[in-house]
């Protein structure tokens, strides 16, 4: 069974920082992508930072310059390093993979986590 597990989230004031993990486990063959979303209270979740297939990243505008995602193909795990964090970065970050299970299976599944909250709050 496919796991993604989210840590690193919690409280901070405007200006600080925060990194989130998160750790793909289970019967994976490959990950072809792996990225970060969030969801604000009253808002679509929406894409913060990810690695496509060709592993090149995509950032939301909001977040150029501030965030970098980063990973650890040995571990399955990528990073979310979240500086001069904003109020409005505040909502529930999402891990999102599209995985493929098994050699010579052309399907791709999607994966989440379970979510971790960030709080930025003075």
């Known amino acids: 069974q496919v796991q993604l597990v989210e840590s690193g989230g919690g409280l901070v004031q405007p200006g600080g920082s925060l990194r989130l993990s998160c750790a793909a486990s289970?019967?994976?063959?490959?990950?072809?992508?792996m990225g970060w979303y969030r969801q604000a209270p009253g808002k679509q979740r929406e894409l913060v930072a990810a690695?496509?297939?060709?592993?090149?990243?995509n950032y939301a505008d909001s977040v150029k310059g501030r965030f970098t995602i980063s990973r650890d193909n040995a571990k399955n795990t990528v990073y979310l390093q979240m500086n001069s964090l904003k109020a409005e970065d505040t909502a529930v970050y999402y891990c999102?993979?599209?995985?493929?299970?098994?050699?010579?299976?052309?399907?791709?599944?999607?994966?989440w986590g379970q979510g971790t909250q960030v709080t930025v709050s003075s």
């Open positions: 999102r993979a599209r995985l493929v299970l098994r050699l010579g299976d052309r399907n791709e599944y999607i994966y």
């Open positions: 289970g019967s994976i063959f490959s990950i072809n992508a």
């Open positions: 690695f496509n297939s060709g592993g090149s990243t």
